[in-house]
C-alpha cells in the first residue's frame, strides 16, 4: 500500500529551464509534507516543507505546491543548475505520529 | 555540529550472524528514528525514540530486530539471525522537535548479507 508515490522515475532539463517533480499521496491525515534531495552514498537532505494548512511554500530556487483536494504536491526548481542532478524524495508525516512517509524517488538530471 | 553520525557504513555478515549498527544524532536533537532503503525504493520507517523511549515501532521490525537508545542519546540497532533480505540501507535521522521541522539524516550503513 503505497501511499506516498512518485510515479515519475527519472526527469532529464536543461541547466536554466523548470524542474518539475511530482508527488501524489493517499492518507487524508497527512499534515506535512517535505521534499529531501539524496546524492549517491549520502543520506537524504532536507529541501523544503509545507504544512497542509498551506498551499505555496517558496524558498530561494525551490517552490514547493500542495492541492490538497487533490492529493498532489509539486517541487519546482527554477532555475535548473547541474548541481541540482539528484534523487528526489516526496515525504509525508501524518498528524498522530512522528514518522515520515516516503515515495519511490525520482531521479533528476539537469544537462547544460 | 557535527551532523548525524553512522558506524559502520559497510558491513558484510553471513546468514545467520548477528549484527549491531550505532547512530550519534545531532546532539541537542532529542528524536531519533531509524529507516531501511532497499534500491529504487525510498526509505521505510523502523522505529523512533524521543529521548530514551521507544515511541513507535514498524511492523517492518520483526523480533529478530530490537533498538536501544538508553541514554537518550547515542543508539543501536541490532539485527538477530540476519537473511539476506536484510541487506539494506540503513539510515538514521534525528530531529529537534516533530519530524515535520526538519529530520537531519546520516550517512547510513549498508548491510549486506551473504
Known amino acids: 500500500d503505497q501511499q506516498v508515490k512518485q510515479n515519475s522515475p527519472s526527469l532529464s532539463v536543461q541547466e536554466g529551464r523548470i524542474s518539475i517533480l511530482n508527488c501524489d499521496y493517499t492518507?487524508?491525515?497527512?499534515?506535512?509534507f517535505l521534499w529531501y534531495k539524496k546524492y549517491p552514498a549520502e543520506g537524504p537532505t532536507f529541501l523544503i516543507s509545507?504544512?497542509?494548512?498551506?498551499d505555496k511554500n517558496e524558498d530561494g530556487r525551490f517552490t514547493v505546491f500542495l492541492n490538497k483536494s487533490a492529493k498532489h504536491l509539486s517541487l519546482h526548481i527554477v532555475p535548473s543548475q547541474p548541481g541540482d542532478s539528484a534523487v528526489y524524495f516526496c515525504?509525508?508525516?501524518?498528524?498522530?505520529?512522528?514518522?515520515?512517509?516516503f515515495g519511490t524517488g525520482t531521479r533528476l538530471q539537469v544537462f547544460p | 555540529d557535527t551532523g548525524v553520525s553512522q558506524d559502520p557504513r559497510h558491513k558484510i555478515t553471513k546468514r545467520g550472524q548477528n549484527v549491531t549498527f550505532r547512530c550519534d544524532p545531532i546532539?541537542?536533537?532529542?528524536?531519533l528514528y531509524w529507516y531501511r532503503q532497499t534500491l529504487g525504493q525510498g526509505p521505510e520507517f523502523l522505529t523512533y525514540?524521543?529521548?530514551?523511549?521507544?515511541?513507535?515501532k514498524s511492523r517492518l521490525l520483526s523480533d529478530r530486530f530490537s533498538a536501544e537508545r538508553p541514554k537518550g542519546s547515542f543508539s543501536t540497532l541490532e539485527i538477530q539471525r540476519t537473511e539476506q533480505g536484510d541487506s539494506a540501507m540503513y539510515l538514521c535521522?534525528?530531529?529537534?522537535?516533530?519530524?515535520?521541522?526538519?529530520?537531519?539524516f546520516g550517512q547510513g550503513t549498508r548491510l549486506t548479507v551473504v
Open positions: 535521522a534525528s530531529s529537534r522537535d516533530r519530524v515535520n521541522t526538519e529530520a537531519f
Open positions: 492518507n487524508s491525515m497527512f499534515d506535512y
Open positions: 509545507i504544512s497542509s494548512i498551506k
Open positions: 515525504a509525508a508525516s501524518p498528524s498522530n505520529t512522528d514518522k515520515l512517509i
Open positions: 546532539s541537542e536533537h532529542n528524536r
Open positions: 525514540f524521543q529521548n530514551e523511549a521507544q515511541l513507535e
